[in-house]
């Protein structure tokens, strides 16, 4: 499954999205190798910013990665979009799917050594609410996984707080969730991204 990036503030199960991506999104030459990947990575952005295309080509297409997706695909629109995102990524991905137990996976998935695309954490929360899960114990989970992890870790989030006040109770509770899990990852990452209309701006970054 691909990440379908960009819900909007409580979508908390199925969001429907445009037919194609980007150009913008299909834009991204990086010169940086693997090795230069910090250990936590966090790249953010709105809908269609082209957020997720960035954060493959942090990665590289020549690089055998994992790409860690969150979403479920539930109905053919849903598949397609699957689809596109697949064939967007190319051969050198492998795909895992996992909606809810991040942290767990994410220790398996990176054992390999191989660099980990999480797309996306806004999709995972959706998903912990839909279940009913304790968001804010999960956020702790995750955020002490990081240290332990054996390879690199990109996470592409949605920045849902820059719009309209959403008009229901549940949006306004997903809206500030997402801010509050967005602080917390971007605390504890390396480097943190903000992407908007294809173009990328740094917002921190530790150098050893």
Partial sequence: MAAVDDPEPGDLARTLYGQRPRVEETRF????SISQLPAVTL????????KSAYAEALIGHAVEAIYLATATADDDEMRERVRLHQSRRGSA???IEEPLDLASTLV????SGRPVLVDCLTLWLSNLMGEDRAVEAETEQLIATLPRLAAPVVFVANEVGLGIVPATPLGRAFRDAAGRLNQAVARAADRVVFVAAGLPLVLKELRA
């Avoid at 790249?43 to 082209?50: H, I, K, P, T």
């Avoid at 398996?108 to 054992?111: K, L, S, V, Y």
Wanted: proline fraction near 0%; avoid cysteine.
């Fill in 43 to 50: 790249v953010l952005g709105g809908a269609r910013s082209g």
């Fill in 93 to 95: 991905w492998t795909t």
């Fill in 108 to 111: 398996r998935a990176t054992a």
């Fill in 29 to 32: 030459v990086l010169d940086a």
